[in-house]
Antibody, heavy 120, light 107 residues
Framework: EVQLLESGGGLVQPGGSLRLSCAAS????????MSWVRQAPGKGLEWVSV????????YYADSVKGRFTVSRDNSKNTLYLQMNSLRAEDTAVYHC?????????????WGQGTLVTVSS | DIQMTQSPSSLSASVGDRVTITCRAS??????LNWYQQKPGKAPKLLIY???SLPSGVPSRFSGSASGTDFTLTISSLQPEDFATYYC?????????FGQGTKLEIK
């Protein structure tokens, strides 16, 4: 069974940093690109970032470019999101999900998410 | 970036009703269109991929179709567990983009 467990969220002041982790199991982690998607309280889904299976390729939403860095450790089956210069508008639940190449890059399944709150 | 315009933003319906939700892409995305269902406090769940394919375990009352840049999610006969929020997503080109969501409520 595929499992994804995000961690690392919490309360941080504006301008601060956090590193999120996503521990994956139940599939060949290195064979899948991985995405981060966030959801602000009461709002819709916003795609944040994607990283290729090898880690060589990354892409970011304009809203986080230059502030967030996605990485992965395939030996640990873990995905990361380093978030710097955090703003109030980054407050959201952050989900990770594998990108299914054989399914038109659909995200399946999703982790339950970790809540990041940026506030003074 | 490709914009996804989803409608309606909310919808009231009764158990047994047939419901349709639409998503329009701002440019051609082939069939790189996925639908997700999200219930309160839960992670989104993949409902349909490649515009019309159902993952295993998704009930057959859900279906998807495409016509050019217009995509449709249909629920043929609403069940109580279907009341949720639905999102479309294009994965044709980065950045992936989601529709604004459709909240399906009980009438």
């Amino acid at each position: 069974e595929v499992q994804l467990l995000e961690s690392g969220g919490g309360l941080v002041q504006p301008g601060g940093s956090l590193r999120l982790s996503c521990a994956a199991s139940g599939f060949t982690f290195s064979s899948y690109a991985m995405s981060w998607v966030r959801q602000a309280p009461g709002k819709g889904l916003e795609w944040v970032s994607v990283i290729s299976g090898s880690g060589a390729g990354t892409y970011y939403a304009d809203s986080v470019k230059g502030r967030f860095t996605v990485s992965r450790d395939n030996s640990k089956n873990t995905l990361y999101l380093q978030m710097n210069s955090l703003r109030a508008e980054d407050t959201a639940v952050y989900h990770c999900a594998p990108r299914e190449t054989t399914r038109r890059r659909a995200l399946d399944p999703w982790g339950q998410g970790t809540l990041v709150t940026v506030s003074s | 970036d490709i914009q996804m315009t989803q409608s309606p933003s909310s919808l009231s319906a009764s158990v047994g009703d047939r419901v349709t939700i639409t998503c329009r892409a701002s440019q051609s995305i082939s069939d790189y269109l996925n639908w997700y269902q999200q219930k309160p406090g839960k992670a989104p769940k993949l409902l349909i991929y490649a515009a019309s394919s159902l993952p295993s375990g998704v009930p057959s009352r859900f279906s998807g179709s495409a016509s050019g840049t217009d995509f449709t999610l249909t629920i043929s006969s609403l069940q109580p567990e279907d009341f949720a929020t639905y999102y479309c997503q294009q994965t044709y080109s980065n950045p992936d983009t989601f529709g604004q969501g459709t909240k399906l409520e009980i009438k």
